[in-house]
Protein backbone atom coordinates (compact mmCIF):
# COMPACT_ATOMS: atom_id res chain seq x y z
CA UNK A 1 0.00 0.00 0.00
CA UNK A 2 1.22 3.31 -0.82
CA UNK A 3 2.53 6.23 1.24
CA UNK A 4 0.79 9.06 2.58
CA UNK A 5 1.66 11.97 0.15
CA UNK A 6 -0.03 15.08 0.31
CA UNK A 7 0.65 15.85 -3.61
CA UNK A 8 -1.76 13.37 -4.09
CA UNK A 9 -4.72 15.74 -2.96
CA UNK A 10 -5.27 18.58 -5.45
CA UNK A 11 -8.23 20.68 -6.24
CA UNK A 12 -9.18 20.92 -9.48
CA UNK A 13 -8.71 24.13 -11.79
CA UNK A 14 -10.79 25.70 -13.47
CA UNK A 15 -10.49 25.80 -17.33
CA UNK A 16 -10.26 28.95 -19.26
CA UNK A 17 -12.96 30.29 -21.52
CA UNK A 18 -11.33 32.97 -23.25
CA UNK A 19 -13.58 36.32 -25.00
CA UNK A 20 -11.71 39.22 -26.53
CA UNK A 21 -13.31 42.40 -27.70
CA UNK A 22 -12.12 43.94 -30.12
CA UNK A 23 -13.28 47.43 -30.18
CA UNK A 24 -12.90 50.67 -32.59
CA UNK A 25 -12.06 53.62 -30.69
CA UNK A 26 -11.60 55.85 -33.63
CA UNK A 27 -12.61 59.41 -33.72
CA UNK A 28 -15.90 59.02 -35.04
CA UNK A 29 -16.94 56.61 -31.61
CA UNK A 30 -16.56 60.15 -29.69
CA UNK A 31 -19.56 61.26 -27.68
CA UNK A 32 -22.95 58.79 -27.09
CA UNK A 33 -21.28 56.00 -28.84
CA UNK A 34 -18.17 55.72 -26.61
CA UNK A 35 -20.35 56.14 -23.87
CA UNK A 36 -22.59 53.57 -24.34
CA UNK A 37 -19.43 51.38 -25.41
CA UNK A 38 -18.01 51.84 -22.55
CA UNK A 39 -21.46 51.67 -20.22
CA UNK A 40 -21.98 47.97 -21.68
CA UNK A 41 -18.83 46.67 -21.32
CA UNK A 42 -18.83 47.37 -18.02
CA UNK A 43 -22.12 45.50 -17.45
CA UNK A 44 -21.04 42.76 -19.27
CA UNK A 45 -17.83 42.44 -17.07
CA UNK A 46 -20.02 42.36 -14.06
CA UNK A 47 -22.75 39.69 -15.56
CA UNK A 48 -19.05 37.48 -16.07
CA UNK A 49 -18.48 37.71 -12.88
CA UNK A 50 -21.50 36.70 -11.80
CA UNK A 51 -21.34 33.78 -13.32
CA UNK A 52 -18.00 32.59 -13.14
CA UNK A 53 -18.08 28.67 -11.53
CA UNK A 54 -15.81 26.19 -10.12
CA UNK A 55 -15.21 24.53 -13.40
CA UNK A 56 -15.16 27.25 -15.78
CA UNK A 57 -13.29 30.67 -15.50
CA UNK A 58 -14.11 33.80 -18.26
CA UNK A 59 -11.54 35.56 -19.15
CA UNK A 60 -11.63 38.72 -21.22
CA UNK A 61 -9.07 40.29 -22.70
CA UNK A 62 -9.47 43.95 -24.55
CA UNK A 63 -7.78 45.10 -27.94
CA UNK A 64 -8.57 48.42 -29.25
CA UNK A 65 -7.94 49.93 -32.20
CA UNK A 66 -8.03 54.15 -32.98
CA UNK A 67 -4.72 56.33 -33.18
CA UNK A 68 -2.67 52.69 -31.94
CA UNK A 69 -3.62 49.00 -31.61
CA UNK A 70 -3.37 48.46 -27.87
CA UNK A 71 -3.92 45.81 -25.34
CA UNK A 72 -5.98 47.79 -23.44
CA UNK A 73 -7.06 45.13 -21.09
CA UNK A 74 -4.54 41.35 -21.40
CA UNK A 75 -6.31 38.51 -20.49
CA UNK A 76 -7.91 38.53 -16.77
CA UNK A 77 -10.55 36.34 -15.12
CA UNK A 78 -13.63 38.75 -15.18
CA UNK A 79 -14.44 38.81 -11.50
CA UNK A 80 -10.88 40.46 -11.28
CA UNK A 81 -11.30 43.15 -14.21
CA UNK A 82 -10.88 46.68 -12.79
CA UNK A 83 -12.62 48.46 -15.93
CA UNK A 84 -10.54 51.46 -17.80
CA UNK A 85 -13.03 53.49 -19.45
CA UNK A 86 -12.07 53.66 -23.69
CA UNK A 87 -11.00 57.05 -25.44
CA UNK A 88 -11.24 58.04 -28.36
CA UNK A 89 -8.42 58.74 -31.11
CA UNK A 90 -7.12 58.47 -34.55
CA UNK A 91 -8.29 55.98 -37.23
CA UNK A 92 -9.54 52.63 -37.89
CA UNK A 93 -6.18 50.54 -38.13
CA UNK A 94 -8.93 47.14 -38.12
CA UNK A 95 -6.09 44.80 -39.82
CA UNK A 96 -3.79 45.55 -37.82
CA UNK A 97 -6.09 44.70 -34.58
CA UNK A 98 -6.64 41.12 -36.65
CA UNK A 99 -2.98 40.77 -36.52
CA UNK A 100 -2.90 41.08 -32.59
CA UNK A 101 -5.95 39.15 -31.68
CA UNK A 102 -4.41 36.35 -33.99
CA UNK A 103 -0.85 36.45 -32.59
CA UNK A 104 -2.86 35.98 -28.95
CA UNK A 105 -5.20 33.04 -30.12
CA UNK A 106 -1.72 31.10 -31.77
CA UNK A 107 0.61 31.54 -29.10
CA UNK A 108 -0.41 28.96 -26.21
CA UNK A 109 1.60 30.62 -23.59
CA UNK A 110 -1.28 33.77 -23.70
CA UNK A 111 -4.09 31.50 -24.87
CA UNK A 112 -3.69 27.62 -23.57
CA UNK A 113 -4.21 24.63 -25.34
CA UNK A 114 -6.60 23.94 -22.35
CA UNK A 115 -8.98 26.52 -23.08
CA UNK A 116 -12.48 25.82 -24.09
CA UNK A 117 -13.30 27.64 -27.33
CA UNK A 118 -12.92 31.42 -27.34
CA UNK A 119 -15.12 34.08 -28.25
CA UNK A 120 -14.40 37.07 -30.59
CA UNK A 121 -16.48 40.11 -30.85
CA UNK A 122 -15.49 42.68 -33.03
CA UNK A 123 -17.47 46.16 -32.59
CA UNK A 124 -17.33 49.14 -35.36
CA UNK A 125 -18.52 51.81 -36.59
CA UNK A 126 -16.32 52.44 -39.66
CA UNK A 127 -14.05 50.67 -42.55
CA UNK A 128 -10.30 49.55 -42.01
CA UNK A 129 -7.90 52.30 -42.89
CA UNK A 130 -4.79 49.90 -43.01
CA UNK A 131 -3.93 46.90 -44.74
CA UNK A 132 -6.44 43.97 -43.56
CA UNK A 133 -7.24 41.16 -45.80
CA UNK A 134 -4.45 39.30 -45.18
CA UNK A 135 -4.52 39.44 -41.80
CA UNK A 136 -8.33 38.75 -41.39
CA UNK A 137 -7.98 35.99 -43.70
CA UNK A 138 -5.51 34.24 -41.18
CA UNK A 139 -7.73 34.54 -38.21
CA UNK A 140 -10.48 33.62 -39.84
CA UNK A 141 -9.20 30.78 -41.54
CA UNK A 142 -5.87 29.50 -40.66
CA UNK A 143 -4.31 27.79 -37.56
CA UNK A 144 -6.39 27.53 -33.50
CA UNK A 145 -7.72 30.70 -34.50
CA UNK A 146 -10.11 29.53 -37.18
CA UNK A 147 -11.89 27.39 -34.08
CA UNK A 148 -13.27 30.56 -32.22
CA UNK A 149 -16.69 31.66 -32.02
CA UNK A 150 -17.06 34.82 -33.88
CA UNK A 151 -19.39 37.59 -33.27
CA UNK A 152 -19.65 41.33 -35.03
CA UNK A 153 -21.60 44.19 -34.31
CA UNK A 154 -22.06 47.50 -36.88
CA UNK A 155 -22.86 51.12 -35.48
CA UNK A 156 -24.11 53.69 -38.02
CA UNK A 157 -24.50 53.46 -41.42
CA UNK A 158 -21.14 54.20 -41.63
CA UNK A 159 -19.62 50.72 -40.42
CA UNK A 160 -18.16 48.34 -43.69
CA UNK A 161 -20.36 44.89 -43.57
CA UNK A 162 -18.31 43.14 -45.76
CA UNK A 163 -15.12 43.40 -43.50
CA UNK A 164 -17.50 42.56 -40.64
CA UNK A 165 -19.31 39.76 -42.65
CA UNK A 166 -16.12 38.19 -43.50
CA UNK A 167 -14.91 38.21 -39.91
CA UNK A 168 -17.99 36.08 -38.98
CA UNK A 169 -17.65 33.94 -41.79
CA UNK A 170 -18.13 30.00 -41.03
CA UNK A 171 -20.44 31.10 -37.78
CA UNK A 172 -24.13 30.57 -37.94
CA UNK A 173 -24.11 34.54 -36.18
CA UNK A 174 -25.13 37.45 -38.41
CA UNK A 175 -23.73 40.85 -38.32
CA UNK A 176 -25.62 42.98 -35.37
CA UNK A 177 -26.79 46.25 -36.85
CA UNK A 178 -27.06 48.67 -34.20
CA UNK A 179 -29.03 51.67 -36.33
CA UNK A 180 -27.71 54.26 -33.47
CA UNK A 181 -25.40 54.12 -30.27
CA UNK A 182 -28.26 53.36 -27.90
CA UNK A 183 -28.38 49.77 -29.79
CA UNK A 184 -25.04 48.93 -28.37
CA UNK A 185 -26.18 47.37 -25.06
CA UNK A 186 -28.77 44.89 -26.59
CA UNK A 187 -25.64 43.38 -28.50
CA UNK A 188 -23.52 42.98 -25.77
CA UNK A 189 -26.56 41.64 -24.08
CA UNK A 190 -26.50 39.00 -26.49
CA UNK A 191 -22.59 38.30 -26.19
CA UNK A 192 -23.16 37.82 -22.46
CA UNK A 193 -26.06 35.46 -22.66
CA UNK A 194 -24.13 33.26 -25.26
CA UNK A 195 -20.60 33.37 -23.30
CA UNK A 196 -22.66 32.67 -19.95
CA UNK A 197 -24.82 29.98 -21.04
CA UNK A 198 -21.68 27.98 -21.73
CA UNK A 199 -20.92 28.27 -18.72
CA UNK A 200 -23.60 25.17 -17.51
CA UNK A 201 -23.33 23.69 -20.92
CA UNK A 202 -22.85 19.80 -20.54
CA UNK A 203 -20.16 20.87 -23.40
CA UNK A 204 -18.50 24.29 -23.40
CA UNK A 205 -17.31 24.60 -26.83
CA UNK A 206 -20.56 24.14 -28.34
CA UNK A 207 -22.27 27.71 -29.04
CA UNK A 208 -25.85 28.48 -29.08
CA UNK A 209 -28.07 29.09 -31.73
CA UNK A 210 -28.86 32.79 -32.22
CA UNK A 211 -32.49 31.72 -31.98
CA UNK A 212 -32.22 29.96 -28.39
CA UNK A 213 -30.12 33.09 -27.16
CA UNK A 214 -32.69 35.66 -28.39
CA UNK A 215 -35.19 33.08 -26.21
CA UNK A 216 -33.32 33.18 -23.52
CA UNK A 217 -32.85 37.05 -23.18
CA UNK A 218 -36.76 37.48 -23.61
CA UNK A 219 -37.33 35.01 -20.48
CA UNK A 220 -34.81 36.43 -18.85
CA UNK A 221 -35.93 39.73 -16.14
CA UNK A 222 -33.10 41.20 -15.83
CA UNK A 223 -31.67 43.08 -18.56
CA UNK A 224 -28.97 46.14 -19.74
CA UNK A 225 -32.07 48.34 -18.84
CA UNK A 226 -32.87 47.30 -15.48
CA UNK A 227 -32.07 50.05 -12.50
CA UNK A 228 -31.61 47.22 -9.89
CA UNK A 229 -28.83 46.16 -9.33
CA UNK A 230 -15.92 19.25 -22.78
CA UNK A 231 -12.87 19.07 -23.62
CA UNK A 232 -10.86 21.64 -24.68
CA UNK A 233 -10.65 22.14 -28.82
CA UNK A 234 -6.55 23.40 -28.59
Known sequence: MAGFNPADFTVAK???????????????????????????????IAEFADN???EIEILLSVITFGA?????????VSNQ??????????????????????AMIEDKNVTPSRAYRPT?????????????QEHLAS??????????DRLAMAIGTGADNQVLNKFI??????VFQA???SKIKDFFQFVTMSVTSRTVSQNPNVVQPDSSIEQSIERSVTTFDDTEEEDSIF
Open 14 to 44: AKPLPVVLLLDVSTSMRGTPITELNNAVEKM
Open 179 to 181: EDA
Open 139 to 148: LVYEGRSQKC
Open 169 to 174: EGTEHT
Open 68 to 76: EVKLHLPYT
Open 52 to 54: QTN
Open 81 to 102: VEWSSLEVSGMTPMGTAFAMTK
Open 120 to 132: LVLVSDGAPTDDW
